[in-house]
């Protein structure tokens, strides 16, 4: 019995090291080509212009609501006086924080060697471009001299004034914008090979010249690789700290000022793992569908990698629940009256829905992932993520609105509501980066090709030999 | 763009100019003046158009503060040339006075070219303290306000200004029967003198005065014979009972000296004098009822009642034969009071004859009012506590009088000179349709109104600060009214009218208040050449009163028996629900309705804007249905704490009594007396202006001439409906934060550093302590305030004064509903007790600059930062709009542009672009030029009056010249809303100076600073309220108790 | 052989595919060890190792990002710390504005370094692999189109001092390359 147990053990171990391939067996580089260059070079299915369209609509509402912004003021938000911040800096922090699975895939998961990354880098890191440009439209529209905004950018001026260093928007401004061109330059650098293989596959000259010009010329000759990969390292570790940085930067925003339940040390951790949890939640909001529409795409993103995403939204989902018992726990421990007022105040307070949705779908629902089935089924992994979507948005709105709804004078509590253009330039943000990723998904290769080829068995310079 | 004044003046042109475009005459130009003057003033023949207007203007700088002589205006020059006196820039301060009910609010009008832009208290005149209240404050809008009627209408239509002169002139000549005048109540000897002069030229003529509000004087005329008035001395009363009166604010009757006395005898601290104690008896919380040590709950009707057995109470204890006789005749009422509180009251006041002093509402009936001069009769107050001067002004018929001749068909012609009596007399005169029975009604009135509506002519009357006139002040000393410029839009004052009537065929007003001021101060002449004449008439009008002018005292002499006779024509009161008609804090009896700085201030108790509403006491709610905390739910009030009003919608009710029915927004007032309704008076106009269509609702329908102060026997029924309201503070507890600290006298001397103790987290905590040095501030002067919250009643002058000071605009209604309102001062009020008679807590509100002030470090641009002298800066045109400053700042003082508030329609914010820009010219005149109107799109804030202090600092470099400038001292000047405190309240100064008044409070014992434990360092410093409450009092344990019975110690 | 491009264009160099990753790696080391010194590997991804074999050194480029990164620092410090505590110096919430100002000018430090550091990466990486270039000899060769898709290339070029056309060929065909090809310039 012992014995037997020794070799089951031993067997279980090699099906460990041997099971799920990274890509379905018989899936050649060839076949990585063709298939994922098809999706850019074959027609616009029709269902891509009902998407399109619709989102496009929104894009427009965003664009005609931004312009009312502008040309009214402020006040067409229902921002209010102890509310100055309302949806404009939840969504911004919420777009921002969904920008941050892309990033932390295909940055920390390269320096660790997680190789499962590679099917769903691309599409992660394009999510993240778009995500920190909806998410950039808030605290550049949500200022009430927008045509003043340029007075953050340190350049001599006539008032004789300097930017203040101190406050926390100029650190998130930097922090904002590094980080959007950094994983600019991260993913093209990661698209220049693949931009080649457009160009080589391309047969119109429109493609050719487009492409052509995108591929700067890449040859994939050793000499390339060699400084490609150095770069390509040096961009990853480069763009891992920055990731954490910046959502600590954006929780810098509330933990630097003096407000109950902004003021609180544990933000930067505890937004971050939020960030990731919401990135990663948003990942498999767009693979989801994608996987569904490209079929042969589950023969690159497959159930296990989808297991894998799970598995970090369990994680990070717990973080995020520990976050919100010890903000509960120092509140009290605190004995700060103040501090625990808004805490009981965001459970119990007119806002205790806000409050009771972001624990359930922050919290409760991602439990549900400890079970295999729910990792595994797609369409539960969808309804999870989908919570979860919801219970960042909810986890922002509580943090920046209605802890100042309650704030240290009674005399001036007051409650938030959204007017339409609240709502409709939200939606437009969503129609926004709905269109970005319809128009990615048309143009550029959806998976990184060649990261997907170098992790196929054929791709080992020394079959059979030692690693 | 280069400034091209045009040189020399061509015919065409103005000769001064607002704008560009005016200066260039361009036809557009002419189609805008065309829209903004849609009356047509250059059309109402009266000789001046517009550009005469913006000529007299000018012409009005001519008066100057050193001589107060105002050039006769043929030598009026443009202002292309200089005008003497006149500083581009520089304020002209002129002594000038408001006429109000009881006489006079002495005021200084800051000039600034030629246009009055802020109005002051005069502190060299004898019955003022320099301060003024919020309906002063926000008179000057009024002057400006676009709204004002502008062309003279006989039967609707514009006729020519001279059309109506020479109507004038015909009566005057005819001198036809039935003449009859309504006049509003003033005492202005002129106005008096003119009218004995029409009294002999029309033998029958009915003269008749009529106030809404105000005291009603038959029951001191019954009590003490004719031509007397009483005047309280608040400074020597130890114990003070208020019997429905609320004679703290009632500066808009008498003007603020009139309870000046009563605030140096609350501090605690004062040697030699006891500190006083005051009972309050209301249905509603007063200003007055806020400061009480002790309050009592009863309704409006019951307060005779309440009187009556305080009465024999004092009669067991005085054996006063008097009383008791006056007793046996008094109406007797069922009532359940609280017979200990009325012993131990009655106790307290017996205990200080001569020294207490009782006080009745002026529109509780006579009977009441008798009652009450009879208990201090009984106490021996009167020569001491309440002293009798000599009363000049001539009986006036009571509008009663008037209404019986219109009836009897016995009146022609009918003056109605001021007021608003078809909208405002008693419901049961019906006078609006009374007024089409006589034959010819002449309307002059600021507005075209109601009464204008059923008038065969209205003529816009001048503003007091653009016609010359006079008045005695509640005590009698004679005061100038100056104007400060040509009337805006041609109105004509009453005394031209009068003195047209009289045969004067040219009136100037200045000549006629000239004559009355020979007669009063006995010169010989008033010719203009005459020296000394010219010497007295300068020093009058350049201190703003006659020295010396003061009434004649007069012993009071009792009349029992008219008081028992006015007991025994009382009958008892009904039981049932009454309706209380208030004064309304923001529009008075409705004269300032179309105000909207007034209608922007909130309700010092409701914190509701821009609408009445109906009190109701929480008991009375629960039994009539009416949703307290309007959430959809009915909800327990029976707990301050952890209430919302979410969306502030109202219960509509229906209050119906004979047959009337009128509807009100209610809401859950705590500290309301049972089975009582207050509703204030002068809302719920309709068709008269845009700004005020439905804005309130309209309680005169149920008023009677019976009894103006309430109504009985009203049936309350709900209607299912809900009203939107704007309210600017939800929340009514403190929530235990110890924000506003107060203490017992008892305890206060017991632990003199009890303020030390409380407050949350401040009491506990080691002392804040920093991790680096924080840079010192190097500057001489260190400005600071200090807030006394013993004194501070909570009447929002301040804030008004602020809004007028720092041209803070106006969001309107929905505005304010989104909780966007702009006040950079406010009055934060809550309540500690229980919400049946809690206590009402006052706390003035404004930007703390602290030294350590966490909106600064937030700022991306720096554009707040802290000054060299303690301030927190705010510049405007640094401000990009990220709110993220008012979001840091713990006491969310800080205000943002949501819109253009002082560039677009107020209904219009939300058409952007669309909506037309700009605003009124003549409102663009009462803006301070020496404040920025801000844009939208920046924050802004209490400023501390930067402008003032700069102002300041400057003139202490002049006067240094060539020497250190820091060697003199910086000269004395006061923040806006120090200056207007009616109760000293508020004290501004150099924190650093050890001499300064601002420092020594910093240092009382009584001082602290809200949310210490945040070191933010706030130079703003409160000081607790101590209460005096009477040990042996029911209530007395809680009194006193706002932070708790521990103190603080939680 | 065949040629590619222009045959009267200079000779850019002879050209040879390779079935899998495998072969070119081993093709690599023959190459490397006939002691060929100009000639170039393709590949449709980075293959693992291939640096040692062709004996390149280490990329320079981990060097020349920490110059860029010093750079974006120093920059940050001028931009920060010498306006706020010397030129403009103001009072801001009572906070001081000298040295112990530091620790809020640590973000913009870090992500000012960060920024110039992933910038000077980028171009420092097209400068050394010589791009952008948008033709090559190359690419006149018809089969390397493949090498994006899944073909694997070995190529010795003309400037290397041994190379002849014949042999360079032939030693590819030996090594078990197939379509040799005579690439010229254009």
Not at chain 1, 387 to 396: T, Y
Not at chain 2, 196 to 216: A, C, M, T, V
Request: aromatic share 12%; net charge neutral.
């Amino acid at each position: 019995m012992a014995e037997g147990t020794v070799i089951s053990v031993e067997e279980s171990a090699r099906a460990a090291v041997e099971r799920q391939p990274l890509v379905a067996p018989g899936r050649t580089m060839g076949w990585i080509s063709d298939y994922v260059s098809s999706i850019v070079e074959s027609q616009s299915p029709r269902w891509w212009w009902v998407a399109i369209s619709i989102t496009g609509s929104l894009t427009l509402l965003l664009l005609a609501c931004l312009t009312y912004l502008v040309a009214t003021g402020v006040g067409v938000w229902g921002n209010n006086h102890p509310v100055g911040w309302a949806w404009d800096i939840t969504n911004f922090v919420f777009w921002i924080g969904i920008g941050h699975a892309g990033t932390l895939i295909s940055a920390i998961l390269f320096l660790t060697r997680q190789k499962w990354r590679t099917s769903i880098n691309r599409a992660a890191e394009a999510m993240t471009l778009f995500a920190v440009i909806c998410a950039a439209i808030y605290p550049t529209m949500h200022v009430g001299r927008v045509w003043m905004s340029w007075f953050l950018i340190p350049v001599p001026n006539a008032n004789g004034i300097w930017q203040n260093f101190r406050s926390p928007l100029m650190w998130d401004g930097f922090a904002v914008l590094t980080y959007f061109l950094v994983s600019v330059l991260f993913w093209y650098t990661g698209l220049i090979p693949d931009l080649a293989t457009l160009r080589d596959r391309a047969t119109t000259k429109v493609r050719k010249f487009f492409y052509g010009i995108l591929a700067l010329g890449w040859r994939g000759g050793n000499r390339q690789w060699r400084h490609y990969e150095m770069a390509y390292l040096l961009l990853a570790g480069l763009s891992t700290p920055l990731v954490l940085s910046v959502h600590s930067v954006v929780s810098f925003d509330f933990a630097a000022s003096v407000i109950p339940g902004w003021h609180t040390t544990i933000f930067p951790p505890y937004f971050v793992a939020g960030a990731i949890f919401g990135g990663f939640a948003m990942v498999l909001t767009i693979l989801i569908p994608a996987r569904a529409v490209y079929r042969p795409l589950g023969d690159l993103i497959t159930v296990s990698h989808i297991d894998k995403m799970c598995k970090v939204l369990l994680f990070t989902g717990s973080i995020v629940g520990y976050a919100y018992l010890m903000e509960m726990f120092m509140a009290w421990y605190s004995g700060n009256p103040f501090e625990r007022a808004t805490f009981w105040y965001r459970v119990t307070g007119p806002y205790w829905w806000a409050y009771a949705l972001m624990i359930l779908c922050n919290v409760a629902m991602p439990q549900l992932l400890w079970f295999r089935f729910f990792r595994t089924h797609v369409i539960w992994v969808f309804v999870i993520a989908m919570f979860a979507n919801v219970g960042m948005w909810f986890e922002r709105f509580v943090i920046v609105a209605t802890s100042l709804t309650r704030d240290f004078l009674p005399s001036s509590w007051g409650m938030f509501h959204p007017t339409w253009v609240d709502i409709a330039t939200f939606a437009g943000t969503l129609g926004l980066f709905g269109t970005l990723f319809l128009l990615f998904i048309r143009f550029l290769p959806m998976v990184c090709m060649f990261e997907v080829k170098a992790v196929l068995p054929s791709a080992n310079p020394n079959p059979g030999g030692k690693h | 763009m280069k400034r091209k004044l045009p040189h020399p003046p061509r015919e065409n042109h103005p000769a001064l100019w607002r704008s560009f475009a005016e200066l260039e005459n361009t036809p557009e130009f002419a189609h805008v003046i065309e829209r903004e003057f849609p009356g047509g003033t250059a059309r109402n023949g009266s000789g001046l158009t517009k550009r005469d207007f913006v000529k007299l203007m000018g012409a009005s700088v001519a008066l100057t503060a050193l001589t107060g002589c105002r050039r006769p205006e043929a030598q009026l020059v443009p202002f292309t040339k200089g005008v003497e006196w006149s500083v581009p820039g520089k304020f002209l301060y002129y002594a000038t006075a408001m006429p109000i009910r009881g006489g006079a609010m002495p005021l200084v009008a800051s000039t600034v070219d030629g246009r009055p832009t802020k109005l002051e208290g005069n502190p060299l005149h004898p019955a003022s303290n320099g301060a003024t209240d919020a309906f002063a404050q926000a008179s000057v809008l009024d002057l400006y306000d676009p709204h004002r009627s502008r062309a003279v209408k006989r039967g609707g239509r514009d006729v020519l200004a001279g059309e109506f002169e020479a109507y004038l002139a015909q009566i005057s000549e005819k001198r036809p029967d039935g003449l009859a005048f309504l006049v509003e109540r003033k005492n202005s000897p002129t106005r008096d003198r003119l009218r004995g002069e029409l009294e002999q030229r029309f033998p029958g003529l009915i003269w008749s005065e009529y106030e809404p509000l105000g005291d009603d004087r038959e029951a001191v005329t019954a009590a003490f014979g004719p031509g007397v008035r009483l005047v309280p001395k608040f400074e020597r009363a130890d114990v003070i009972l208020a019997l429905d009166s609320d004679f703290l604010s009632s500066a808009s009757e008498y003007g603020p000296a009139y309870a000046a006395g009563f605030y140096p005898r609350r501090n605690p601290d004062q040697l030699g004098a006891p500190m006083n104690r005051l009972y309050v008896v209301e249905n509603h919380f007063t200003c007055t009822g806020g400061m009480a040590d002790h309050r009592y709950r009863c309704k409006a009707s019951l307060v005779g009642e309440f009187a009556r057995r305080l009465a024999t109470r004092i009669v067991d204890l005085t054996n006063h034969s008097g009383l008791a006789t006056l007793l046996g005749a008094a109406p007797q009422t069922k009532a359940d009071f609280d017979e200990k509180w009325i012993a131990e009251c009655a106790a307290d006041l017996a205990r200080n004859p001569g020294r207490s002093l009782v006080l009745a509402g002026g529109q509780q009936p006579a009977w009441v009012q008798g009652l009450v001069f009879s208990i201090n009769e009984a106490l021996g107050n009167h020569g001491m506590t309440i002293l009798g001067v000599a009363d000049e002004a001539p009986p006036a018929a009571p509008l009663g009088r008037l209404v019986e001749a219109i009836r009897g068909g016995a009146v022609k012609t009918l003056f109605i000179l001021g007021g608003n009596p078809a909208y405002n007399a008693p419901a049961n005169f019906a006078l609006r349709d009374l007024l089409t029975r006589v034959p010819e009604v002449v309307r002059v009135g600021l507005f075209e109104d109601e009464t204008s509506a059923v008038s065969e002519w209205h003529v816009p009357a001048a503003h007091y600060l653009e016609a010359w006139g006079d008045a005695r002040t509640f005590e009698g000393t004679y005061t100038a009214i100056q104007p400060m410029l040509m009337p805006l839009w041609g109105g004509v004052s009453e005394l031209e009218v009068l003195a047209r009537l009289g045969g004067n065929a040219q009136p100037s007003g200045l000549e006629l208040v000239q004559q009355t001021y020979r007669i009063l101060s006995g010169a010989a002449s008033t010719d203009p050449k005459d020296a000394v004449f010219l010497q007295g008439w300068s020093e009058f009008l350049r201190n703003g009163f006659l020295p010396g002018s003061q009434a004649t005292a007069k012993d009071l002499a009792f009349r029992a028996t008219e008081v028992v006779r006015l007991a025994e024509a009382a009958a008892p009161v009904e039981a049932g629900i009454e309706l209380v008609f208030l004064q309304s804090s923001s529009v008075d009896d409705g004269r300032y309705a179309n105000n909207s700085w007034l209608q922007e201030t909130p309700d010092f108790e409701t914190k509701v804007t821009w609408d009445n509403v109906a009190l109701v006491s929480p008991a009375t709610a629960e039994r009539l249905g009416i949703r307290a905390n309007n959430f959809g739910l009915l909800q327990k009030v029976t707990a301050l704490n952890h209430e919302v009003d979410f969306d502030m919608v109202a219960d509509l009710i229906t209050l119906n009594a004979g047959g009337v029915a009128i509807e009100a927004a209610a809401i859950v007032a705590p500290g309301h007396a049972d089975d009582s309704i207050s509703l204030a008076l002068g809302y719920g106009r309709k068709g008269v202006s845009a700004l005020f269509e439905n804005v309130g609702f309209d309680a005169y329908p149920l008023r009677t001439s019976e009894s103006p102060r309430f109504r009985t026997a009203i049936s309350v029924s709900g209607t299912g409906r809900t009203y939107p309201l704007a309210r600017t503070q939800e929340h009514k507890s403190m929530e235990g934060r110890d924000l506003f600290r107060e203490a017992t006298r008892e305890r206060y001397k017991k632990n003199p550093k009890f303020v030390q103790s409380m407050g949350l987290v401040d009491a506990h905590n080691p002392p804040t302590t920093s991790l680096y040095e924080h840079p010192r501030l190097t500057a001489p002067e260190q400005w600071g305030m200090a807030i006394d919250l013993n004194t501070c009643i909570g009447c929002s002058a301040c804030a008004v004064a602020c809004q007028a000071e720092n041209n803070v605009p106006v969001v309107g209604k929905a505005e304010v509903r989104r909780n966007r309102d702009m006040a950079w001062m406010r009055i934060d009020r809550y309540f500690a007790g229980s919400p049946e008679n809690p206590e009402m807590l006052a706390q003035a509100m404004l930007c703390q600059h602290c030294e350590n002030a966490p909106c600064e470090s937030v700022c991306p641009v720096n554009a707040t930062v802290h000054s060299e002298e303690g301030l927190n800066l705010m510049a405007y045109n640094r401000c990009i709009g990220t709110r993220y400053c008012a979001n840091n700042c713990p006491w969310k003082v800080r205000r943002f542009n949501y819109f253009d508030y002082n560039q677009r329609p107020l209904e219009e914010l939300y058409w952007g672009p669309l909506a037309p820009k700009g605003m009124a010219d003549s409102l663009k005149m009462v803006k301070n030029p020496n404040v920025t109107v801000r844009m939208r799109g920046v924050m802004e804030k209490c400023t501390f009056c930067i402008q003032r202090i700069e102002e300041a600092k400057i003139s202490r470099m002049v006067q240094a010249g060539p020497r250190n400038k820091y060697d003199v001292p910086v000269p004395k000047f006061q923040t806006a809303c120090q200056q207007a405190c009616p109760s000293d309240a508020i004290v501004f100064g150099n924190i650093a100076d050890p001499k300064d008044r601002v420092t020594r409070l910093r240092q009382s014992d009584r001082g602290y600073v809200t949310l210490k434990y945040l070191n933010t360092q706030p130079r703003v410093t409160y000081l607790a309220r101590i209460k005096n409450p009477n040990p042996a009092m029911p209530d007395a344990a809680m009194v006193g108790m706002a932070n708790g019975p521990a103190g603080g110690h939680h | 052989m065949e040629n590619a491009g222009n045959p009267s264009a200079p000779l850019y160099g002879v050209g040879a595919e390779f079935a899998t990753a495998a072969d070119l790696t081993r093709a690599a080391r023959e190459i490397r060890g006939a002691g060929y010194e100009s000639f170039d590997v393709f590949s449709p991804f980075p293959i693992h190792g291939m640096d040692k074999i062709v004996g390149a050194r280490r990329s320079p480029l981990g060097r020349i990002v920490f110059i860029g990164g010093l750079t974006g620092f120093l920059t940050a410090v001028a931009v920060q710390y010498l306006p706020s505590a010397v030129i403009y110096p103001l009072i801001v919430h009572g906070k001081p504005t000298g040295f112990f100002a530091i620790p809020a000018y640590f973000p913009i430090l870090f992500e000012t370094t960060v920024l110039f550091s992933a910038f000077t990466a980028f171009v420092g990486l097209l400068m050394m692999i010589g791009l952008p270039r948008f033709n090559h000899p190359l690419f006149n060769w018809e089969r390397f189109k493949g090498v994006s898709g899944e073909g694997f290339f070995a190529v010795i070029e003309s400037r290397d001092p041994r190379f002849s056309t014949e042999e360079a060929g032939r030693f590819l065909e030996s090594l078990g390359g197939s379509n040799v090809t005579v690439i010229h310039e254009d």
